[in-house]
């Protein structure tokens, strides 16, 4: 089976001979190049068929922000995970809310950084190129998070989509006439329920299995 490729974009090339070294095993994965500034990406993304970009927020030149615009203005749908050492959840979304396909921090195990990648090849590729132990594992995944989705409430519901669309505790609070508290403790049990740590987690999961924003 052929294996997806991955860019590394990051200021250290000492991140590129880590993730080698965490995908070093891998039958799905390979991490095939390595580059510190915007410049090029095209003609590298072309080069090597590059099929996911690992990167890190803030570059030498510029940030994940203009990668992102340089892909929508090309056209090009390649998956971007970013992999930094920042932890502000603000921030995670925002970046998710801009293209991005995933977040993670620098601190992650190897385990973990295997899955979410995994998850985002399967998001994107689905079965044309993963084996069929992955599928019925995303398969899995995806129908227990619906369920867990489907045991809110209908008011956890409409939060949760409120949220989603980026709107402030405020702004939900006026829109669902209920007081900020209160929308802080929908938040709260809502992460609960979803069994997810971090609003940077619940965002992801919201993007994959919300039907229709409130």
Do not use: C, W
């Amino acid at each position: 089976m052929k294996k997806l490729k991955i860019l590394v974009i990051d200021s250290s090339p000492i991140i590129y001979i880590g993730l080698k070294s965490v995908f070093k095993n891998s039958n799905l994965f390979d991490v095939t190049t390595f580059i510190d500034i915007k410049n090029n990406i095209i003609d590298v993304l072309n080069e090597f068929e590059i099929d996911i970009i690992i990167s890190e927020i803030n570059l030498k030149d510029s940030s994940v922000y203009d990668i992102l615009k340089v892909l929508r203005k090309n056209k090009i749908e390649i998956p971007i995970v970013i992999f930094t050492s920042e932890n502000n959840e603000s921030k995670s979304v925002k970046i998710l809310k801009s293209g991005a396909s995933g977040f993670m921090t620098k601190n992650l195990k190897k385990k973990y950084i295997r899955k979410i990648i995994q998850d985002v090849a399967f998001s994107r590729y689905g079965s044309s190129e993963l084996n069929k132990f992955t599928r019925l594992k995303n398969r899995f995944n995806f129908d227990y998070n619906t369920e867990k989705l489907n045991s809110l409430s209908k008011r956890e519901i409409q939060v949760l989509k409120l949220f989603f669309k980026g709107k402030r505790n405020i702004e939900i609070s006026e829109k669902l006439n209920i007081n900020q508290k209160t929308v802080n403790t929908y938040i709260t049990r809502v992460m609960r329920k979803l069994e997810v740590n971090s609003k940077t987690d619940l965002y992801l999961l919201a993007r994959k299995h919300l039907k229709l924003p409130y």
